[in-house]
């Protein structure tokens, strides 16, 4: 099994910056893609950012030059650097396991996290 917790959401205006961690338990996250998601009240889940195995990248166009994921395999864990953060970024941010040497890819992978929460105030 796969126990995925998020960390690092909170409060912050505007234009202010966030580092969303995902830290995994009972597997390796190394030779997996990983991703993150957010959901805002009334809204579907949508995918924000993924990274494979290799490090290659992917972006939703609303945080393409503002959010940054990367990992750090040694400490289990998967980053989202979250900067000049908007109202429309406010959600409870995921991240989920992707696919066994998998490709960075905007579909949900099979394990999941609780969520943390990001709001950002005008």
């Known amino acids: 099994q796969v126990h995925l917790v998020e960390s690092g959401g909170g409060l912050v205006q505007a234009g202010g910056s966030l580092r969303l961690s995902c830290t995994a338990s009972g597997r390796a996250l190394n030779e997996y893609s990983m991703g993150w998601f957010r959901q805002a009240p009334g809204k579907e889940r949508e995918f924000v950012a993924s990274i494979s195995w290799s490090d290659d990248t992917l972006y939703a166009d609303f945080v393409k030059g503002r959010f940054t994921i990367s990992r750090h395999n040694a400490q289990n864990t998967v980053f989202l650097q979250m900067n000049s953060l908007k109202p429309e970024d406010t959600a409870v941010y995921y991240c989920?396991?992707?696919?066994?040497?998998?490709?960075?890819?905007?579909?949900?992978?099979?394990?999941w996290g609780q969520g943390t929460q990001v709001t950002v105030s005008s």
């Open positions: 989920t396991r992707g696919e066994y040497y998998g490709t960075p890819s905007p579909s949900g992978g099979d394990y």
